[in-house]
Nanobody, 115 residues
Framework: QVQLVESGGGLVQPGGSLTLSCAASGSIFRLSSMGWYRQAPGKERELVALIASGGITTYADSVKGRFTISRDNAKNTVYLQMNSLKPEDTAVYYC?????????WGQGTQVTVSS
């Protein structure tokens, strides 16, 4: 059973930066696609960024040019570097792992962008 643990959320002023981390247990990380999703109050969960096992990345239009997803297979960890944060980026951010028939979610980490 895969477990994901997110960290790095917090309160930041508009224009600031945060880096989220998601550490995965088990041995399938390097074969997995990893994603960051977010859910704001009253809204549906939405995709923020994906990174395939081979390193190809995909971003939501709303974060292109501001967020960067990366992975370190040696550490079983995926990162989300968030720059130029806006109040509308405020949400709970979730990490997701997908590999063949396996799908796992982290517990979420709160990101609040406010002055």
């Amino acid at each position: 059973q895969v477990q994901l643990v997110e960290s790095g959320g917090g309160l930041v002023q508009p224009g600031g930066s945060l880096t989220l981390s998601c550490a995965a247990s088990g041995s399938i990380f390097r074969l997995s696609s990893m994603g960051w999703y977010r859910q704001a109050p009253g809204k549906e969960r939405e995709l923020v960024a994906l990174i395939a096992s081979g390193g190809i990345t995909t971003y939501a239009d709303s974060v292109k040019g501001r967020f960067t997803i990366s992975r370190d297979n040696a550490k079983n960890t995926v990162y989300l570097q968030m720059n130029s944060l806006k109040p509308e980026d405020t949400a709970v951010y979730y990490c997701n792992l997908r590999a063949s028939s396996v799908s796992a979610w982290g517990q979420g980490t709160q990101v609040t962008v406010s002055s």
